[in-house]
């Protein structure tokens, strides 16, 4: 087969069991090319055209995203000479739609963000099969080499983890740590894994964790000393600084807390508890606490509530088995679907909202991430008719900042609370 001409407009559209594939318009051909990046040699050859149309497997489609290899069987248009622009465009744009709809939008975003390079500074990537989009997004970062390419050492790792807690789940659990996290780590950067340096690290973590929860306790008074958003900026760190770099930081924050001064006039109008799935945009915080919501507890991914809780070791079992037990036994995640984890995950949110006295709460969740969508649905009906809370449930883009759409439902939340408490209770 002959290479394509120069100028050949070249759309990296598809990916191939072979490698690298890209689908290559020829203008000045009557037919249309594929070209197979394999190895770095670029082979072209013709694609049949059935008439006008030819049936490609298009894999990885569009600028940014990754699909899996068996989702997209279609019929494609093919023309030539200047209507192959059209083409193109027509391709980027149906590319884009399969994957919204077959990829979360933080999954989508980590993606691009390691295709640009943003994580090269990892030494491993490990990865829980709790959700099927973001582990297609993470197996695509390994096909398309995006992070170790300077690291040998380098390593990716998927785990199976339990959705019932019970002995078969824990039992799961500790094989799945062991294999997945402890054993890699020590058989390619020589890290002490030893069950005398997990219950080290187990107490360089419950020192966070105690530092995290005093300076948490100052958002229950009435006018509190610190925001949701700064506790959650400083929440958010906890989860990627080492703790030996952090632990001064946070102690020389809650020293000054203790002397703090709040505003005379409270700057809020209702006090709300967040719960949902990730939250690692800061700016979501923001938002609420703008509209006049106080975010005073936060019962999400990467908050304080359970995430933050110590740990709780004693003598009478490996640490590593007690650390998967109680891991399992306070989680929170949609993960688990035994009736029990069900009904608990509702209890949680209603004490913390009795604890920290707040007037409403907000569920939310990440555009189509299927565990929480669920969730969703059935914790703000269930918290709304069995325990009497207001709840506004939404579900939100990964990057929030500028929402107009969210501000305005958050602050109708918050006129709604306080018409609440004007006529006297629920009515």
């Known amino acids: 087969m002959k290479k394509p001409a120069a100028g050949t407009n070249a759309l990296p559209l598809a990916f191939c069991a072979e490698g690298y594939a890209q689908i290559l318009f020829c203008p000045n051909a009557k037919s249309s090319c594929a070209g197979v990046l394999d190895g770095g040699a670029l082979q072209s050859q013709c694609v049949a055209l059935l008439g006008r149309h030819a049936i490609l497997?298009?894999?990885?489609v569009g600028d940014l995203g990754v699909l899996p290899r068996a989702c997209a069987q279609r019929k494609v248009s093919f023309l030539a000479g200047p209507d192959v622009q059209l083409v193109a465009d027509q391709i980027r744009c149906d590319a884009r739609q399969q994957i919204r709809r077959l990829f979360g939008v933080d999954s989508r975003a980590l993606l691009e963000r390691a295709i640009e390079g943003g994580y090269n500074f990892a030494d491993c990537m490990i990865t829980p099969d709790g959700c099927s989009m973001m582990n297609r997004a993470v197996e695509n970062m390994e096909l398309l080499k995006t992070m170790g390419k300077s690291k040998p050492k380098f390593f990716y790792e998927y785990m199976e983890i339990p959705m019932k807690a019970d002995d078969n789940g824990l039992n799961l659990y500790v094989l799945q740590c062991r294999n997945h996290i402890l054993t890699p780590l020590h058989e390619h950067y020589g890290i002490d894994v030893s069950d005398a340096a997990i219950r080290s690290a187990v107490a360089?973590?419950?020192?966070?964790?105690?530092?995290?929860?005093?300076?948490?306790e100052y958002r229950k008074g009435d006018n509190p000393r610190i925001t949701g958003y700064e506790f959650h900026v400083i929440t958010l760190a906890t989860y990627v600084t080492p703790k030996y770099l952090l632990i001064d930081k946070l102690e020389e924050t809650l020293k000054e807390l203790k002397t703090r001064r709040p505003d005379k006039k409270n700057p809020y109008r209702a006090r709300v508890v967040v719960v949902g799935s990730e939250v690692d945009d800061i700016d979501f915080i923001k938002l609420v606490e703008d509209t006049g919501a106080y975010v005073c507890a936060d019962r999400f991914c990467y908050g304080s509530f359970p995430g933050r809780d110590p740990i709780t070791l004693t003598d009478d079992e490996d640490a590593l088995t007690q650390i998967c037990l109680q891991y399992m036994n306070r989680a929170q995640c949609p993960r688990y679907m035994d009736m029990p984890k069900m009904l608990g995950r509702r209890e949680y949110v209603s004490q913390l909202a009795k604890e920290y006295a707040a007037d409403g709460i907000i569920y939310e969740q990440i555009k189509f991430c299927d565990p929480w969508a669920y969730e969703r649905m059935l914790g703000s009906h269930i918290l709304n008719d069995d325990y009497g809370y207001p709840v506004l449930s939404v579900d939100r883009p990964y990057n929030i900042a500028s929402s107009g759409q969210m501000r305005t439902r958050v602050q109708a939340f918050v006129e709604s609370?306080?018409?609440?408490?004007?006529?006297?209770?629920?009515q």
Not at 417 to 426: D, L, P, S, V
């Open 204 to 216: 360089e973590h419950n020192h966070v964790c105690e530092l995290i929860r005093a300076i948490g």
């Open 57 to 60: 497997r298009l894999d990885v």
């Open 417 to 426: 609370m306080e018409i609440k408490k004007i006529q006297g209770g629920k």
